[in-house]
């Protein structure tokens, strides 16, 4: 079974509201990513989650909050975002960031975004 | 910064015929090399993984890979129309997974 889950698959916000993006999995993967993508680019990394401890953020603006409650779960928390923002956001996981012969990632099938 | 590189096409190729896609990376630190296909509208799935200098066959795709010329390839055999998707060329980083921006590949019947 390699399936991350994502919720919802659609969502649709006002630039003042608060809303979460849910991501799990039941594949035992220590490792947990957020990417976003826009339309004909690749995806561009948001954060990584090692054993459940944020090891990277590449720089996201603040009204971004990631949460990694439990090895399974992954939340990205969104608050006062931009239209700019709208993108596909996507989800993987890999088994150990730190090992290289188990950072193959599997990716949900992404929650679209349109900020209005 | 890490680069990986690939062209963004489109590449055409008739059914049956062998598409060769390519990619470049920059960090000579990096062990571990992958390759998505991503239909549109889609998210990004796993089709080969490669860790070591040589080739790797699974079903019609081989993924080739030249450490010393920081290069990684894939070749699809046979092409089928349902294989027209983005190919994204993946590499690993310092706890960090880097794509490239995709080949566009367009099979013709």
Known sequence: ?116 | QKEVEQNSGPLSVPEGAIASLNCTYSDRGSQSFFWYRQYSGKSPELIMSIYSNGDKEDGRFTAQLNKASQYVSLLIRDSQPSDSATYLCAVTGANNLFFGTGTRLTVIP
């Open chain 1, 1 to 116: 079974d390699t399936e991350v889950t994502q919720t919802p698959k659609h969502l649709v916000m006002g630039m003042t509201n608060k809303k979460s993006l849910k991501c799990e999995q039941h594949m035992g993967h220590r490792a947990m990513y957020w990417y976003k993508q826009k339309a004909k680019k690749p995806p561009e990394l948001m954060f990584v989650y090692s054993y459940e401890k944020l090891s990277i953020n590449e720089s996201v603006p603040s009204r971004f909050s990631p949460e990694c409650p439990n090895s399974s779960l992954l939340n990205l928390h969104l608050h006062a975002l931009q239209p700019e923002d709208s993108a596909l956001y996507l989800c993987a996981s890999s088994q150990d960031v730190r090992i290289w012969m188990n950072t193959e990632a599997f990716f949900g099938q992404g929650t679209r975004l349109t900020v209005v």
